[in-house]
């Protein structure tokens, strides 16, 4: 089945760039998404790229996609310490029912 | 507003207890699914329903049960025969898929 690869922990210094990677394994993957859980709440949709697109920026987040590698990358401009949280990237593909496949999920600390 | 709700937002149970845990949406979607989250883990899927008066098992099924009687309401019950429940329980929902899916708040359920 498909495979849903992260790092666990992250440590950046409030201000720098934060780069979150994922990477996946089905080559038909249509949809990858980006999820971000705080501390005791449910998992909040940050953004999610099409297959045929390259990169996706929206104010401070930017999605790079590489297909031939089947990585998925996300960049956190100007960290702040409400960024703290656990980012998960998912990915559907047509052989999942309709079903979303998630990342164990990356710990993003933020520090001063 | 639309959304996703699930409670309660806390729950203990009893050894041999049986308890059910509620989510409700009125976002018009099709599917829904619950997932278990464990300290430091991501989600596994728990069940899943697609449509109603139908759902189908996760990979974690064992010592869970779940009706979908209406298209708004997925509740979860977790048996006597699930050794290990203390968990976090998320609920979720999609309709169009390139939108992903919506997640409820969570119910964090302990055994005491």
């Known amino acids: 089945g498909e495979d849903v690869e992260q790092s666990l922990f992250l440590s950046v210094r409030e201000g720098d760039s934060s780069v979150i990677n994922c990477t996946y394994t089905?080559?038909?993957?249509?949809?990858l998404y980006w999820y971000k859980q705080e501390p005791g709440a449910g998992l909040q949709l940050l953004t999610y790229i099409f297959s045929n697109m390259d990169m996706k920026q929206d104010q401070r987040l930017t999605v790079l996609l590489n297909k031939k590698d089947k990585h998925l990358s996300l960049r956190i401009a100007d960290t702040q310490t409400g960024d703290s949280a656990i980012y998960f990237c998912?990915?559907?593909?047509?052989?999942?029912?309709?079903?979303?496949?998630f990342g164990t999920g990356t710990r993003l600390q933020v520090t001063l | 507003d639309g959304g996703i709700t699930q409670s309660p937002k806390y729950l203990f149970r009893k050894e041999g207890q049986n308890v059910t845990l509620s989510c409700e949406q009125n976002?018009?979607?099709?599917?829904m699914y619950w997932y278990r989250q464990d300290p430091g883990q991501g989600l596994r899927l728990i069940y899943y329903s697609q449509i109603v008066n139908d759902f189908q098992k996760g990979d974690i099924a064992e010592g869970y049960s779940v009706s979908r009687e209406k298209k708004e309401s997925f509740p979860l019950t977790v048996t006597s025969a699930q050794k290990n429940p203390t968990a976090f329980y998320l609920c979720?929902?999609?309709?169009?898929?390139?939108?992903?899916?919506?997640f409820g708040s969570g119910t964090r359920l302990t055994v005491v």
């Open positions: 998912a990915d559907y593909y047509t052989g999942t029912a309709s079903k979303l496949t």
């Open positions: 979720a929902s999609s309709g169009l898929i390139n939108y992903g899916y919506t």
């Open positions: 976002l018009n979607h099709d599917a």
């Open positions: 089905d080559s038909s993957s249509t949809y």
